[in-house]
């Protein structure tokens, strides 16, 4: 048995791994998918959010489940785990990287993103205070292209604002993560993230920890069964 601690992207919350965790669990895996600083029960302001308030949500997810523990992150969800494998790396016994920003030290989110021709948000978010929020209706493509109609509907709905600050700050990592083992999954079909750049991304870790789904960016909707089975592969499973 393994243990998943499911972190989600940019203007989600722990909601969007709905389909996957039974699929896990159906698998013998045990996983949780928290909420993020700044949504769900969480009401502190956004400007008060650092990256390492969301490295620590995913610290004390690990721990609640039982250490050490899987970490996948989606998307932006890439930095939260990396820099809880740097700041606790006990809880931390891979990283895996879906579709996500694989950091660099000392480089921000931000910094990553505009440094592509196409940022992911580019023409789809709009500045909300202290963070940001897509724009509703702009995500049908960039998201959800390959997700069943009703589905789309109930993960526009679930999107949420998301604070700036975790994305603006440059990530401080070192011997811990780089000592961590990760995997990245690449989806070829991804609208948000370029693939290529995912494969750049990729390059970072052994070729035996890379894969590619023919998917768009959010497979925890558009197929949970074949994300589940992946993940239980990286886990060791047969």
């Not at 489940?65 to 790396?89: C, K, M, N």
């Not at 993230?193 to 023919?214: L, N, S, T, W």
């Not at 994300?227 to 886990?235: S, T, V």
Request: glycine share 8%; proline share 10%; hydrophobic share 40%.
């Amino acid at each position: 048995m393994a243990r998943f601690v499911l972190i989600h992207g940019a203007c989600h919350d722990g909601r969007c791994w709905h389909r996957v965790i039974p699929e896990l669990e159906a698998r013998g895996h045990a996983a949780v998918a928290p909420d993020l600083p700044g949504r769900g029960a969480d009401p502190r302001p956004h400007g008060d959010i650092t990256l390492d308030d969301y490295a620590q949500t995913v610290i004390d997810a690990a721990t609640d489940l039982g250490t050490p523990a899987i970490l996948v992150g989606h998307s932006a969800g890439g930095f939260a785990i990396s820099r809880a494998a740097e700041l606790a790396p006990e809880v931390a016994q891979r990283l895996v990287y879906l579709c996500a920003f694989l950091p660099r030290d000392g480089h921000s989110l931000v910094q990553m993103a505009d440094s592509w021709p196409q940022p992911p948000l580019k023409g789809i978010a709009r500045r909300q205070g202290d963070g940001y929020e897509v724009d509703t209706g702009a995500d049908d493509l960039r998201f959800y292209h390959d997700v069943p109609e009703d589905l789309r509907r109930v993960a526009q709905a679930n999107l949420v604002p998301e604070p700036m600050a975790p994305h603006a700050a440059p990530i401080r990592l070192g011997p811990n993560w780089q000592n961590t083992p990760r995997s990245y999954i690449r989806c070829t079909q991804d609208l948000t993230i370029a693939p290529a750049h995912q494969a750049e991304m990729a390059a970072d870790c052994d070729p035996k920890d890379r894969y590619d789904m023919p998917t768009g960016h959010s497979p925890f909707l558009s197929d949970p069964r074949g994300l589940a089975a992946l993940l239980h592969q990286i886990a060791g499973g047969h």
